[in-house]
């Protein structure tokens, strides 16, 4: 079995500082870990992917994660957000060798002028 | 092709009335999902084809709910006898399956939004 959970359902920061967004795991096997953006009105998509490479992954638009196997955690940081970073964000777990992609329920993130 | 692509992007029924919605995956991609996000919730799994077989469904699958990819390309899925509650956006990603079994990035179409009325 795998679940996700994402610790807070809203984050809002102010533009130029840094975002935190959380994301705890339950899997039974080595996972592989996903976090998915969706702006209003447009598909998801990949900001990046764990898959048991390097533990500090980095993504698209200055986005990073870090896999710790010790907290099941693979928090989505970057160091200064901007405008276009409002949307929904999504931690997704996946088996190695797997099919079923399981989500978190969503962090929205705001950003302020 | 530039991406998975869901047709219609929208559909209101009356409730008790039938729907179908097609999904056309990436031309490569062997593994198709199926997925169900209603307002304020990540995406749920409803059922996944590898090729042309379907390999896994949810509980969320009920009776009324089918889904076909009879070519391996292309899938539809259909609701019958829709109800109030199936009012969501349904969405199609596909996804080729990597060498040693390790997951590649899944590609999501923009959905169809249903609203049952």
């Known amino acids: 079995a795998q679940s996700v959970t994402q610790l807070d359902s809203h984050v809002s920061v102010s533009e130029g500082t840094p975002v935190l967004l959380r994301c705890n795991y339950s899997?039974?096997?080595?996972?592989?870990l996903f976090w998915y953006v969706q702006h209003p009105n447009k598909g998801l998509q990949l900001l990046l992917k764990?898959?048991?490479?390097?533990?500090l992954v980095k993504g698209i638009n200055g986005f990073e994660a870090e896999f710790k196997k010790s907290e099941t955690s693979f928090h989505l940081t970057k160091p200064s957000a901007h405008m276009s970073d409002a949307a929904e964000y999504f931690c997704?777990?996946?088996?190695?060798?797997?099919?079923?992609?399981?989500f978190g329920g969503g962090t929205r993130l705001m950003v302020k002028p | 092709d530039t991406g998975v692509s869901q047709d219609p992007r929208h559909k209101i029924t009356k409730r008790g009335q039938n729907v179908t919605f097609r999904c056309d995956p990436i031309?490569?991609?062997?593994?198709l999902y199926w997925y169900r996000q209603t307002l304020g919730q990540g995406p749920e799994f409803l059922t996944y084809?590898?090729?042309?077989?379907?390999?896994?469904k949810s509980r969320l699958l009920s009776d009324r709910f089918s889904a076909e990819r009879p070519k391996g390309s292309f899938s539809t899925l259909e609701i019958q006898r829709t109800e109030q509650g199936d009012s969501a956006m349904y969405l199609c990603?596909?996804?080729?399956?990597?060498?040693?079994?390790?997951?590649?990035?899944?590609?999501f179409g923009q959905g169809t939004r249903l609203t049952v009325v």
């Open positions: 990603a596909s996804r080729l399956e990597g060498s040693r079994g390790l997951d590649t990035e899944a590609f």
């Open positions: 899997s039974s096997y080595s996972p592989s």
């Open positions: 764990y898959t048991s490479a390097a533990t």
């Open positions: 997704v777990v996946s088996r190695n060798a797997g099919n079923m992609l399981t």
């Open positions: 031309s490569e991609h062997n593994r």
């Open positions: 084809f590898q090729n042309e077989a379907q390999l896994e």
